[in-house]
């Protein structure tokens, strides 16, 4: 069975620091990757989105990269802010998959402490 | 959160008995879905429809119910059949349903209890 894989579970950084968060799946071939940030008790909303053949897509402080061939995304927060603490999701669009074609990951918590 | 609201926000039930779930968009979208989210978990499909008066079963239909009778709503109905239906659910409209191409964008969720 397909699978989307995040790590780590949950991060704590401190305000102003970098942090990467990183997303491992098995979808092979796959039509695009996507990354969505999650509030605590709100609904996901859409940071990223990557085709197959792009290897990185930026939004301001928010990076994220693609390795097809090692199945890999990350993504790269600078100078994190209070606002960003949220949970982050990694999504995979599975075109092999006749009904409906999105895998989710389980996130990743992000807490940024002052 | 744009332009879908869901309600209640929070939601207690009794075993035993059913609740609707509401869900609208205005922002003129095909295609509407209904996740679940646990602890941990990633979201899984309930159902989803890329048309009005049309609509499919995702991975956990059982104990579910949807109608889609207007464009601008969805709304879910989760029947005392669910055995665990404790979760909080999320709603979200995509313009045509393509699932390689479409951006989904999600409510504010509902938090269901059952007491």
């Known amino acids: 069975k397909n699978q989307v894989e995040q790590s780590p579970q949950s991060l704590i950084i401190l305000e102003g620091k970098n942090c990467t968060l990183q997303?491992?799946?098995?979808?092979?071939?796959?039509?695009?990757l996507r990354w969505y940030k999650q509030d605590t008790g709100r609904g996901p909303v859409s940071l990223t989105i990557?085709?197959?053949s792009e290897n990185t897509k930026s939004n301001g402080r928010y990076t994220a990269t693609l390795d097809a061939d090692t199945k890999q995304s990350s993504l790269h927060i600078t100078a994190s802010q209070l606002s960003d603490s949220a949970s982050y999701i990694c999504v995979v669009s599975d075109p092999m998959d006749s009904n409906y074609q999105l895998i989710w990951g389980a996130g990743t918590k992000l807490i940024i402490k002052p | 959160d744009g332009g879908i609201t869901q309600s209640p926000k929070y939601l207690f039930r009794k075993e035993g008995q059913n609740v609707t779930l509401s869900c609208e968009q205005n922002?003129?979208?095909?295609?509407m879905y209904w996740y679940r989210q646990d602890p941990g978990q990633g979201l899984r499909l309930i159902y989803y429809s890329q048309i009005v008066n049309d609509f499919q079963k995702g991975d956990i239909a059982e104990g579910y119910s949807v109608s889609r009778e207007k464009k601008e709503s969805f709304p879910l109905t989760v029947t005392s059949a669910q055995k665990n239906p404790t979760a909080f659910y999320l709603c979200?409209?995509?313009?045509?349903?393509?699932?390689?191409?479409?951006?989904?964008?999600f409510g504010p969720g509902t938090r269901l209890t059952v007491l």
């Open positions: 990557m085709t197959f």
């Open positions: 997303c491992n799946y098995t979808v092979s071939p796959f039509s695009n």
């Open positions: 922002l003129n979208h095909d295609a």
């Open positions: 979200a409209s995509s313009i045509e349903g393509a699932w390689d191409t479409d951006t989904q964008y």
